[in-house]
């Protein structure tokens, strides 16, 4: 009797799932050079093998995405000061993969990424570098861009 007269607090959306076949690590991290490969193909610039293990040794962690065939298609990592601030970083996903898969990609990194800050660090503040594409998941998941007027900015340096 008592439980018809709970009401859910607010309602969830559901998780989103991953597609078939497709499997996601944690704190398993890629290879420098599979993971320099994946952002190579998303448009950023190659980066030496021994600077990405190191940014992936002061990570905090990494979700990596792979499709049936162990192929890595998706990742974040996350980097924090273990109170205030999280960011996360390198969010990739393959552009080979087809459009709808990898809309379904960026929705689980994403969705796993913040639910794993918010377990960990709940009411820190989390900021992104995401491409472009990225933007309408982030969206969905609460993120703003720009708020209040704040202007992140960045320099990448050659040498």
Do not use: H
Request: hydrophobic fraction near 45%.
């Amino acid at each position: 009797m008592l439980d018809s007269l709970l009401i859910p607090f607010r309602s969830q959306p559901q998780p989103p799932q991953l597609p078939p076949g497709y499997g996601l690590e944690l704190d398993a991290p890629p290879s420098p050079e599979e993971l320099n490969a994946l952002l190579v193909a998303c448009g950023d610039p190659s980066r030496p093998p021994q600077r990405l293990q190191r940014a992936l040794e002061a990570s905090s962690w990494q979700l990596c995405l792979r499709n049936a065939g162990g192929q890595l298609v998706g990742f974040v990592r996350a980097t924090s000061d273990q109170a205030l601030n999280a960011n996360l970083w390198d969010l990739a996903v393959a552009p080979e993969e087809p459009v709808g898969i990898q809309g379904q990609v960026l929705q689980v990194l994403v969705v796993a990424a913040l639910g794993r800050l918010r377990r960990e660090l709940p009411g820190c503040s989390i900021s992104v570098a995401a491409p472009q594409g990225a933007l309408a998941a982030l969206k969905q998941q609460g993120f703003v861009v720009d708020p209040g007027g704040i202007r992140a900015m960045g320099l990448r340096l050659q040498g």
